[in-house]
Each structure stands twice: as structure tokens, then as C-alpha cells.
């Protein structure tokens, strides 16, 4: 049993280059989310999902786009990288229920030069 | 907007001491509150607190909400060198978006 998966681990990305983030879990969770976290303010909600096809935007969306075709998989786009895109970006999912909370993935460290 | 704020942001202690970890909550709709630990990557979940379970152990870790002055406690009992983590405290907000605070780290030496 994988959990979330996430993929690659490090990138660095030129200003103005695009990338996707790739997240895929096993658990049939009907919900998923990006976060990202920076220091000294914790995790914050770029995109999330409560199902195959449906999407919408949490804080911080800007520069960000999500699609969902599958329950398994929930990939983010970024459409052209800037500096302050330099982050630790985590996936999570969780079942509609939450009862045994969220599960992450182990991240992806972006560094935008 | 909902609200997280978790203090202290940085703690240490020496192993075998007991502490406490804070979040208090400013939320229109209050649903859940989550404690995660976060070593070197991924968050794992410690516990959900919700208005009928507002008491939760685990071990030497402990979890209390206090629904009425709006905050959580995190309590470690006898700590190890391994309980050395940043310690995230979050809200589950709409649907299913958490609101995180800024995190406490812990350092136990030993």
C-alpha cells in the first residue's frame, strides 16, 4: 500500500519555465489537495478536489492550475515558475468522512532561480 | 477568515520533560481539529479532535479541546529524542480545506 505518492522529490526550474507536479494515491480517497509550505507559515491550500472531475481554489491559487480525471491522480501545473513559487509543495487525500484524518505525500522541493 | 495560531513556535527541552504544545482557534464553523507531526518530510497524523470526541490519547501523547475558550493542547509525556518534529495543529475548514497554524518546533536533547 503506496498512500501518496509524489513525484519528482527535488526540481529546480528557471523563472518562466512550466512544470507539473505529479500526485497519485491508492487508497480510493475521494478528496485531494495541494499545499505548500514555506517557512514560519505553515502549510497553505493552493488547489483541492472532492472528486473525479470537480476542482476549486484554496489561498493561494495564482499561478497554479489542478485537474482531476481520476480518483487516483491529481497533478499541479505550474504555468510559468517565478522565485516566490520556491516552496515545499505536499499533496494530501483523505476519505469523504476524514476519519482517519489526511494523508501526505512525502513532498516536492521547488527551488525557482 | 479562519484563524490557527500554535505557540510557542520554538521549544526545547531536555529528554524526559513533559510539554505542552498550544493551538488556539478563531473559526466561523468549527468541524475538526487536527495535531500532525512533521519530521524531515511528510505530516502524520496524530489525532482529530471533534465537538463529541474532545479528549484523545495515544501513548504519551495527549490531546485536549476546549470548545468553550477555543483551543487545544498537545501533551508529551516523558519525551524521547525521536519526538524532536515540528508540530502542526490545523482545522478542517468547509468542505475539506485545513487551515494550518504556523507550527511549533520541538527539540528534545538529550
Known amino acids: 500500500n503506496a498512500g501518496v505518492t509524489q513525484t519528482p522529490k527535488f526540481q529546480v526550474l528557471k523563472t518562466g519555465q512550466s512544470m507539473t507536479l505529479q500526485c497519485a494515491q491508492d487508497m480510493n480517497h475521494e478528496y485531494m489537495s495541494w499545499y505548500r509550505q514555506d517557512p514560519g507559515m505553515g502549510l497553505r491550500l493552493i488547489h483541492y478536489?472532492?472528486?473525479?472531475?470537480?476542482?476549486d481554489q484554496g489561498e493561494v491559487p495564482n499561478g497554479y492550475n489542478v485537474s482531476r480525471s481520476t480518483t487516483e491522480d491529481f497533478p499541479l501545473r505550474l504555468l510559468s515558475a517565478a522565485p516566490s513559487q520556491t516552496s515545499v509543495y505536499f499533496c494530501a487525500s483523505s476519505r469523504r468522512d476524514r476519519a482517519f484524518g489526511y494523508t501526505f505525500g512525502s513532498g516536492t522541493r521547488l527551488t525557482v532561480v | 477568515e479562519d484563524k490557527v495560531v500554535q505557540s510557542p513556535l520554538s521549544l526545547v527541552v531536555h529528554e524526559g520533560d513533559t510539554v505542552t504544545l498550544n493551538c488556539s482557534y478563531e473559526v466561523t464553523n468549527f468541524r475538526s481539529l487536527l495535531w500532525y507531526k512533521q519530521e524531515k518530510k511528510a505530516p502524520t497524523f496524530l489525532f482529530m479532535l471533534?465537538?463529541?470526541?474532545i479528549e484523545k490519547k495515544s501513548g504519551r501523547l495527549s490531546s485536549i479541546l476546549d470548545k468553550k475558550e477555543l483551543f487545544s493542547i498537545l501533551n508529551i509525556t516523558a519525551t524521547q529524542t525521536g519526538d524532536s518534529a515540528i508540530y502542526l495543529c490545523?482545522?478542517?475548514?468547509?468542505?475539506?480545506?485545513?487551515?494550518f497554524g504556523q507550527g511549533t518546533r520541538l527539540t528534545i536533547n538529550p
Open positions: 471533534t465537538s463529541s470526541g
Open positions: 478536489s472532492v472528486g473525479a472531475g470537480i476542482t
Open positions: 490545523a482545522h478542517i475548514q468547509g468542505a475539506q480545506k485545513l487551515v
